[in-house]
């Protein structure tokens, strides 16, 4: 069910359903959950292609993941939506299975999208 181009090697992280929790609310459009967890497997592809050798360099990887949903939320506006408590429990808790899956369970949950604006 991956898009073409990504393909996981993290068995874990293959199968999870990212944003599930979205895609189960038609308050959130199909096709910009369908960007968001886009964000997230590309996330992942990164951490497998060069896993982050600390704390420091994950977050570095977090933040720009957390920039890319930061301008989604403009989307999410214009299609009558928006990420809000359950969308931001749901990609926060995604997030954390994603440091968790790649090793870093010790990962500060509100540190891996320090710079969300959601």
Known sequence: MQPD???????Q???????????DDGYFPDHLVDKGRAILLR????IEAAPPADLPALYALTHAATE???DLEAEFDEAGSEIETVAREVIGDDFWFV????G??????EELIAPREW
């Open 13 to 23: 992280a293959a199968g999870h359903p990212f944003l599930k929790g979205m895609y």
């Open 104 to 109: 870093f369970a010790d990962a500060d949950a």
């Open 99 to 102: 440091a968790s899956t790649y």
């Open 43 to 46: 996330l992942c592809e990164r």
């Open 68 to 70: 890319e949903f930061n």
């Open 5 to 11: 181009g990504m393909t996981l090697t993290n068995p």
